[in-house]
């Protein structure tokens, strides 16, 4: 099962080799959940930006329960349409996206192996462009770069890691950044404007910035705990 939203791109193409497929397919314009509960909270529900690889693989018993809420919708559609029609199809379009969150939640957990190689080469990943020139060249590893680097989209990468580690793709950066900072406070005599420069801050007083908000207390008073 997979999610699009306005504007991303798709295409089926059939595969005679193969044995015919069935399925089903909902398409919701934009202007129908206008103005409704469902317009409030659309954007929380992150798997509406997955890349179409990163589909929702679903058990027997899920894929029963989405398709009863689909086989409701198909039904209060055809039914003569009253004031209560909208907001029940918007209820059962609500419930929906609820389960398919839950189950992407149990999915991160499940295909253990294939979610804790991703955290791996994360983790590598991060390792080697915090040990390269890449950080005076190009600054701090975006999010975007990051999730292009592990050929995923990055509202995946997020959500996976939130399930895997409690923190984003955003926090593992600083946390690697942090972690590269207390090793130069502590082993070498470079100056706090040095340690910023060489870790892609462009002024001093936004490391130390970040550094206390991380730690709790400023690089330099850092570095004399040490002495």
């Given at each position: ?70 086989e409701n919708i198909q039904q209060?559609?055809?039914?003569n349409i009253d004031k209560f ?9 609500e419930a929906l996206l609820n ?129």
């Amino acid at each position: 099962m997979f999610f699009v939203s306005p504007n991303q791109v798709f295409r089926i193409a059939p595969e005679p080799t193969k044995a015919e497929r069935s399925g089903w397919m909902l398409l919701v314009h934009p202007d129908f959940i206008w103005n409704t509960s469902l317009a409030k909270t659309i954007k929380q529900y992150g798997f509406l930006e997955y890349a179409v690889n990163e589909a929702l693989f679903l058990s027997e018993k899920e894929e029963k329960t989405l398709n009863g809420i689909i086989e409701n919708i198909q039904q209060e559609y055809q039914s003569n349409i009253d004031k209560f029609s909208k907001q029940i199809i918007i209820s059962h379009i609500e419930a929906l996206l609820n389960y398919s969150e839950r189950f992407y939640n149990r999915q991160f957990i499940t295909r253990e192996k294939a979610s804790h190689q991703i955290l791996e080469r994360l983790e590598k990943l991060l390792s080697d462009y915090f040990n390269s020139d890449e950080l005076i060249s190009k600054g701090l590893p975006t999010v975007q770069y990051v999730a292009n680097k592990l050929n995923v989209s990055p509202g995946y990468l997020g959500n996976l890691l939130r399930v895997l580690t409690g923190q984003n793709t955003q926090q593992h950066i600083h946390d690697k950044l942090i972690e590269k900072a207390k090793e130069k406070l502590s082993t070498s005599d470079l100056s706090i404007s040095e340690i910023a420069y060489e870790l892609g801050f462009e002024h001093s007083q936004a490391f130390s910035r970040l550094f206390k908000s991380k730690t709790n207390q400023p690089p330099l008073k850092f570095r004399q705990s040490f002495n």
